[in-house]
């Protein structure tokens, strides 16, 4: 008998389901626990990535129908090329996550009890597999809902601080403003594909059999994009992310930011692409410009941070962003009937999709290991941490590097295609579009310089230089299970990079299965070794070559350099003889980024204020400082979104208004209760006869 | 005739690595003309280079193995970069390597990291030079990557050979979005390359550095491979200028005959942007940080304003 790739990944789910419920038996021996359930949901990664590959590599479909779920509503499950993917970045990052996991949650030993983080992140996992795998609204909806659920409780783990807790409400809040417009948008999908005569409407297969009618597609689809742009964080719906990613334990920020914002991708490539599959090009239009405003927003807003994981939520924004624009394009594309761009444009964005889950992922980890380690978030408060945890630099280095679009590290092959893709669009026949390309393209420049000066900052001020706090902890190298994710994470990386050809030859079958177009005869063409995206004239990248020259370059220059010996003196710092040099008066993330702040500043509220204010031993309110007296110096800035003030807080007043006016109906008294269901019955009598 | 490409590669890297001072020396003593002074001989960086290389090494304590490492790193992407762009011929062996977006991210490359050497000291110079340098660069490569865009749009290629082969091989026609073009790739190269008015490549006072700022601690072997890079630099952005806007004269096959001809012209070329560059600096003075923005701004504008002018006009 066979395994069918589809058995596989069930089984993938079961297992993690399991590690639920071990996790309610095995609460006494915590630390044990930790072992079988991320042992566990290691294993369970693996499952699904061998069933993604080998589903991706043959390009098959296989379907099984579960008689679970309501009567006469058995869930669906379908395990395509697309699913597949899905399948292969979540359980890489999974599977690297939960090595890391075994050591980081052992931080919280003692602390506080990690059933509920184990438990949930089973969970939390299994419902990200039930997503991709889901072939019908309802099934769908119920992952969805898994995920989200799951995900709520494991931001608030650590649910003594307030800020926890308003985050983790704030989430939940966006997630089901999300989660309804999907559900409206489904409903409509379903409602049209059977001619609201019957449920049969509510798979895959019917949506994607039936013929929508222009206008209630495009309501269809908005729905959708809304509900999945509220999960991705696409501006400015993005609010929720920042919030919530730093407050969540490391492992699951990475998680979080890594891969379960890629099921909204999911969501999107698969309404659009397979559901209603038929679209005009404004659709595309919408998607492309959502995404440049998130890629630039997004990094301004990461540039202004000092907190090192709330700077990463905000690169999910940018990324996310430029993920979007490749979406964006291949549905311009297709609806222009230009197959292979829109292939390419596909392929840039699944192929971001992929690099970053694994950078991001790496990222938050390398930021977990600097929170285990200084039990701080504050950027202005470290520094010189490469001299005492010189594999967690070296490694969030392999990070960065990947992230700012640097050779010959992933993020820059899947940005390079993307701007491929702009490259080769041809005059359109729509003026908005063609003034639309020459500047999306110029905004994606845009991002991508800024996102490198962002992690210049993020870099510069906590590994390098001399520790910047006050009093000086001691700092230690994390364990070698949190080494080990995250070199596995950084090696990932690095391969992405140096052999984007063969990743690109297996990912193919999905532009072939959703537009009918192939890259890879192309793509490969020249040799294993470069990426020409339509011909070698045309573009060609190697990355392999270029980590081979730089490596024998520097190679050879260190040897010869190294013949004659001459000496290293260690000195102290030049300090032009001031003397007085301490480790305050270093650069910060602050002054780092002030030059920006200067020039983008118009898109932020900024307040600054400085004041001086003499030593408070003298009990005076100080209102006055006169030049040569000494005096202690606060600087204060708050940068905030003006997203904020402008939809949220109205949109939150109003609502809080309209539940005060209806609070007033609860008077808690039991007549007045019965009163009102009396009036209901006799509401319900008069018209409902 | 398999070898012919490889020998033009080495030879290629040979006039870069051995010219970039040469044509460092041709800007510092024009200047030097133009200010009415006594000029050094044109062969004085020459004897910079081989100054530190014999010098001993003064590291600070803080020092880290990213401070030690960045020179190499930065001297191997720069040469990789001048084995890519056709400097005397468009048969290069290694031009398939990278194209020109992935040759602007090598250069990117390097800064990143130099910026992250400027921050490892901890001292208040390096992080002001490494947050104006990436400041800089964030605002000048986007412009860049447009005003290149626009080249590569007419040519139909982003590879460079393929735009030395389009623009200096085909029919001759007067475009205005390369002209545009132009405008902006002169005003990024002065900035990229840290030339008046952004920067001053000859100033140690201490608040207007930007590049020196980030490379104020570095002595020795390492001072020598950065300086070397850093004319290798200047060198590479006015030979990049030449193969997107003027290829005339670069040799098209790897006949081997060409290649004379096409030093020749090298020569020339590079005579009068050294010309040019002295003519610019003499004539302005070096701009406050922030009006750099508005300098930037306004290549980015040209640069925006050639691509609209291609997908509209032509």
């Known amino acids: 008998m066979t395994v069918l790739p589809i058995n596989l990944a069930i089984f993938s789910v079961l297992l993690l389901l399991s590690g639920t419920v071990l996790g309610l038996l095995l609460s006494r021996s915590q630390r044990i626990l930790i072992y079988i359930n991320f042992f566990l949901a290691a294993v369970a990664s693996l499952t699904a990535i061998i069933a993604g590959a080998v589903t991706v590599g043959n390009g098959v479909i296989n379907r099984l129908v579960l008689p679970a779920g309501l009567p006469n509503l058995p869930f669906h499950l379908r395990l395509d090329p697309l699913s597949g993917f899905f399948l292969v970045v979540i359980g890489l990052l999974g599977l690297f996550v939960s090595i890391y996991s075994m050591g980081y949650v052992k931080g919280f030993l003692g602390r506080r009890s990690i059933t509920p983080l184990v438990i949930f992140y089973c969970l939390f996992m299994a419902g990200m597999f039930m997503v991709v795998l889901a072939d019908d609204a309802f099934f769908f909806l119920v992952s969805w809902e898994v995920m989200a659920a799951s995900s709520y409780f494991l931001v608030m783990f650590e649910d003594e601080r307030i800020e926890n807790r308003r985050a983790a409400f704030l989430y939940l809040v966006i997630a089901h403003i999300g989660a309804i417009a999907i559900l409206l948008s489904f409903g409509m999908l379903a409602g049209l594909a059977a001619d609201f005569e019957s449920f049969k409407g509510y798979t895959f297969d019917a949506m994607r059999e039936a013929k929508f009618p222009q206008v209630w597609a495009s309501v269809a689809f908005l729905l959708a994009f809304f509900g999945f742009a509220a999960k991705a964080g696409v501006v400015p719906l993005h609010v929720w992310l920042p919030e919530a990613h730093p407050v969540a334990p490391s492992n699951i920020s990475a998680l979080m930011s890594g891969v379960m914002l890629k099921t909204a991708i999911y969501g999107i490539i698969r309404v659009a692409f397979d559901l209603i599959h038929v679209f005009p090009w404004w659709w595309g239009a919408i998607v492309l410009i959502l995404g440049l405003i998130s890629a630039v927003m997004g990094v301004l807003y990461a540039l202004m941070q000092h907190d090192l994981k709330r700077l990463l939520a905000y690169h999910s924004v940018e990324n996310i962003g430029i993920i979007l624009i490749g979406i964006g394009l291949a549905m311009i594309f297709t609806s222009f ?17 992929l690099n970053h889950a694994m950078f991001k992922g790496l990222l938050f980890m390398g930021a977990g290991a600097v929170l285990h380690a200084t039990k701080q978030r504050n950027m202005e408060e470290m520094g010189g941490l490469i001299h005492r945890m010189p594999w967690t630099a070296a490694l969030f280095l392999v990070g960065c590097i990947s992230i700012s679009a640097l050779p010959p590290f992933n993020g820059f092959v899947s940005e390079w295609l993307t701007f491929q893709a702009f490259l080769l669009s041809p005059a359109l026949h729509s003026p908005l579009l063609n003034l639309l390309i020459p500047v999306g393209a110029a905004l994606l420049a845009l991002a991508a310089a800024l996102a490198a000066a962002c992690f210049v900052k993020a870099y510069g001020t906590t590994f390098l230089g001399h520790w910047r706090g006050h009093h000086n902890p001691s700092v230690k190298e994390v364990d070698w299970f949190m080494r080990l994710g995250m070199i596995l994470t950084a090696l990932t990386c690095l391969l992405l990079g140096v052999l984007p050809t063969i990743v690109i030859e297996w990912m193919d079958v999905l532009p072939e299965q959703l537009m009918g177009a192939r890259l890879a005869t192309s793509a490969g063409a020249f040799g294993w070794l470069w990426l020409t995206p339509v011909s070698h004239g045309r573009a060609s990248y190697s990355g392999a070559i270029i980590f081979v020259w730089i490596t024998a370059v520097i190679l050879l220059a260190y040897i010869i350099l190294h013949i004659r010996r001459t000496a290293i003196h260690r000195v102290p710092i030049w300090d032009c003889g001031f003397e007085k040099l301490n480790n305050r008066m270093q650069y910060t993330a602050t002054s780092f980024s002030m030059p920006i702040r200067r020039i983008f500043g118009f898109l932020f ?53 309209i539940s005060r006016r209806f609070g007033r109906l609860q008077q808690g008294r039991i007549q007045v209760y019965l009163i009102y269901s009396f009036i209901t019955i006799i509401v319900l009598l008069v018209f409902f006869r | 005739m398999m070898t012919h490409p490889i020998i033009i590669e080495i030879l290629q890297i040979i006039v870069l690595l051995s010219a970039a001072p040469l044509f460092v020396g041709w800007v510092r003593a024009l200047k030097c003309w133009f200010q009415g002074r006594t000029s050094a001989s044109l062969f004085q960086p020459y004897r910079d280079i081989v100054k530190f290389f014999s010098k001993d090494v003064v590291l600070a304590e803080n020092a880290s193995w990213i401070f030690r490492f960045v020179p190499y790193l930065v001297f191997g992407t720069t040469v990789l970069a001048g084995g890519i762009i056709p400097i005397l011929s468009v048969d290069l062996p290694l031009s398939a390597t990278a194209d020109v977006i992935a040759l602007v991210a090598l250069f990117a490359l390097a800064r990143f990291f130099t910026a992250l050497a400027g921050m490892d000291i901890g001292t208040a110079f390096g992080g002001m030079g490494s947050s104006r340098e990436m400041t800089i660069a964030s605002l000048a490569e986007p412009a860049m990557l447009m005003a290149i865009f626009t080249v590569s749009l007419i040519s139909q290629s982003t590879s460079l050979s393929q735009i030395v082969t389009v623009l200096g091989h085909g029919p001759l026609v007067l475009r205005p979005s390369l002209a545009f073009a132009l405008l902006a790739f002169i005003l990024i190269a002065l900035s990229e390359t840290g030339r008046v008015p952004v920067d001053n490549p000859a100033t140690h006072l201490e608040l207007t550095m930007i590049h020196e700022a980030m490379i104020l601690e570095y002595s020795g072997r390492h001072l020598a491979l950065m300086e070397w890079a850093g004319m290798m630099k200047l060198f590479l952005f006015a030979t990049l200028g030449i193969a997107s806007f003027f290829p005339w004269g670069i040799a098209a096959t790897d006949n081997l005959a060409a290649i004379p001809a096409a030093f020749l012209f090298l020569i020339i070329k590079l005579g009068i942007i050294g010309l040019v560059i002295v003519m610019i600096e003499t004539g302005l003075a070096k701009m406050r940080i922030f009006r750099v923005t508005e300098f930037l701004g306004s290549a980015f504008l040209f640069a925006t304003l050639g691509m609209l002018s291609y997908f509209i006009l032509e």
Do not use: C, M
């Not at chain 1, 829109?342 to 699944?350: D, R």
């Not at chain 1, 600054?608 to 209102?623: A, F």
């Not at chain 1, 000494?630 to 208004?657: C, K, M, N, Q, T």
């Open chain 1, 337 to 353: 009937k230009l197959p292979v761009l829109a292939a390419l444009a596909l392929i840039a964005g699944l192929y971001h999709t």
């Open chain 1, 605 to 657: 509220n900024i307040k600054e204020d400085v004041s001086i204010k003499r030593p408070s031993s003298q009990g005076l309110t100080p209102i006055l400082y006169r030049a040569g007296e000494e005096g202690d110096l606060h600087y204060r800035l708050r940068v905030r979104d003006y997203f904020w003030g402008w939809i949220y807080r109205p949109v939150a007043d109003v609502s809080f208004r």
